[in-house]
């Protein structure tokens, strides 16, 4: 299976951006728009960093330099997202957290290869999925203090310091943000063939790679999202890593 570049693949993605704009009008979505939007600048982007990454992934160190771009570009995505870019030196050291040591696993194991051939998909699968972690996390934390100030304030009243306050309104929610990441580990192969089995198959490679491949990047993203979460959540509880209107509101 192959797909080259052609007025027939024009035709689809026209079809399918029509397809999500019709959808979105009548279930009255917010982004119509942005679906359009979204397909030209993926289109536009993926056409420039094809031509990088043929020139980066030659050599190990400008195939650091490119991931560490799309850490720096995922970074200022999330935030942007979650509100949080007053404390975004907070968010990138939680997803931080959850790349680096996966990498140093892969890496270390000798499980891939050290070379740019591995670092560029590996680390962009890893670095895509920290960034959804925190973006889910921060999407559903941060409404969540916002609505339960009075718990938050009844928990301080009866003299607990404020990271226990804010940990008693995050403590129903603290997992949520994995339960996407567990769900696809959970099915792979019943429901879904995700990208890295179909990316070795057409490749070249054998069943059994393509399936060692996914396992790899499954587990590798629901233990990197664990860990970004589970320190996020800790620098929200000390109100490090909070919204401004947040970082306001929730005083000790």
Known sequence: MSVNPSWQLLAALILMVAMSVVASRIGH????????????????????????????IAHLWSSALFVGAMF?????????????????????????????????????TGTAPLNGYSLVPIGSIFVGNMMTGHTLNGRRVFPALRDNIATYEAVLSIGLPRSNAIGMVLEPITDEAIVPALDSTRTVGLVTLPGAFIGVLLGGGS?????????????GIVAGQAVTVMVMNAFIRRALLLPRDLRARLRP
């Open 72 to 108: 720096a570009i995922a970074v200022w995505t999330t935030t942007g997202r979650v509100g949080t870019r007053n404390a975004w030196a907070w968010s990138a050291l939680a997803m931080a957290s959850g790349v680096i040591p996966l990498l140093i696993i892969v890496f270390a």
């Open 29 to 56: 979505f917010k982004m119509g728009r942005g679906m359009a939007w979204a397909a030209v600048r993926a289109a536009i982007q993926l056409f420039v960093v094809s031509a990088i990454i043929v020139a980066a």
């Open 207 to 219: 069943a059994l790679q393509a399936g060692a491949a996914q396992l790899l990047v499954l587990v």
